[in-house]
């Protein structure tokens, strides 16, 4: 990806338990929704689900930012931890 900009999302939970659920609903989409200008990866570190996004530009960077907060705000609300 040449000159990339790049940013990490953070998000804290009561237990590992309940990271563990967020980040395996979100990572499913890991490859799927990536598009030309940006990519993503899913971690989970104990308590905290970490979202790292690659763009090649800060719009794209913006867009997979925006994207990937909402997937992660679903995944806890479908799993009731909101």
């Excluded at 953070?10 to 563990?20: I, L």
Aim: proline share 1%; charged share 30%.
């Amino acid at each position: 990806m040449g000159d990339s900009h790049d940013t990490v999302l953070q998000f804290r939970y009561e237990s590992p338990a309940r990271a563990r659920v967020v980040a395996r609903a979100v990572a499913q989409e890991v490859g799927e929704i990536d598009g030309d200008r940006s990519s993503a990866t899913v971690e989970r570190d104990g308590e905290s689900v970490v979202v790292r996004v690659v763009a090649e530009d800060l719009v794209a960077l913006r867009a997979g930012c925006n994207t990937w907060g909402s997937l992660v705000e679903v995944a806890e609300r479908t799993s009731g931890l909101v």
